[in-house]
T-cell receptor
Framework: ETGVTQSPTHLIKTRGQQVTLRCSSQ?????VSWYQQALGQGPQFIFQ???????GRGNFPPRFSGLQFPNYSSELNVNALELDDSALYLC????????????FGNGTRLTVT | AQRVTQPEKLLSVFKGAPVELKCNYS??????LFWYVQYSRQRLQLLLR??SRESIKGFTADLNKGETSFHLKKPFAQEEDSAMYYC??????????FGTGTLLAVQP
């Protein structure tokens, strides 16, 4: 069984630019969630995808968008980057349902200058 | 509003001492509660969930709906328990709401 992998591990962008983060889900998992973790904080829910459709969204603006592909890989896109977007972005895959545990990747550390 | 509160940023204990990591939540329905752990240089991973009522690595957590708490306990701490612990709440979906985390440091 393969785990959740994220790429890249680190990324530096300039304010106003756009970024795409990638995630490969654990084999057999049909749900992917993205979280933002600022320094010293717990992860905050951005959104979740199930069968390639958005299935819930947290309190993030529309410039945060995502995609899920048939092979269970997914992307997080952020447009018009702001300094406050600097954070660790975590991808987590799971089976659908409230009690299915999340399997996290190692995250992508995004720095916006 | 849905919220998870972990009042302690850091909890330092000696090896063999009892451990209690506090977690309080605010949720209008029937929540699912979890504890996730992150060991040094490892990814965030599930430690236990209240619905399973299991003990993992000697840790237990009981959901107290009256006090809206889900404290994590272990009778005798080990050095390998040193890690960041996050309490999390889930409602009807897999959307997890995390607390800010407590760093457990077990001294030899």
């Amino acid at each position: 069984e393969t785990g959740v992998t994220q790429s890249p591990t680190h990324l530096i962008k300039t304010r106003g630019q756009q970024v795409t983060l990638r995630c490969s889900s654990q084999s057999g998992h049909n749900t992917v969630s993205w979280y933002q973790q600022a320094l010293g904080q717990g992860p905050q829910f951005i959104f979740q995808y199930y069968r390639e459709e958005e299935n819930g969204r947290g309190n993030f603006p529309p410039r945060f968008s995502g995609l899920q592909f048939p092979n269970y890989s997914s992307e997080l896109n952020v447009n018009a980057l702001e300094l406050d977007d600097s954070a660790l972005y975590l991808c987590a895959s799971s089976l659908k349902g409230p009690n299915s545990p999340l399997h996290f990747g190692n995250g992508t550390r995004l720095t916006v200058t | 509003a849905q919220r998870v509160t972990q009042p302690e940023k850091l909890l330092s204990v000696f090896k063999g001492a009892p451990v209690e990591l506090k977690c309080n939540y605010s949720y209008s329905g029937s929540p699912e509660l979890f504890w996730y752990v992150q060991y040094s240089r490892q990814r965030l991973q599930l430690l236990l969930r209240h619905i399973s009522r299991e003990s993992i690595k000697g840790f237990t957590a009981d959901l107290n709906k009256g006090e809206t708490s889900f404290h994590l306990k272990k009778p005798f701490a080990q050095e390998e328990d040193s890690a960041m612990y996050y309490c999390a709440l889930s409602g009807a979906t897999n959307k997890l709401i995390f607390g800010t985390g407590t760093l457990l440091a077990v001294q030899p």
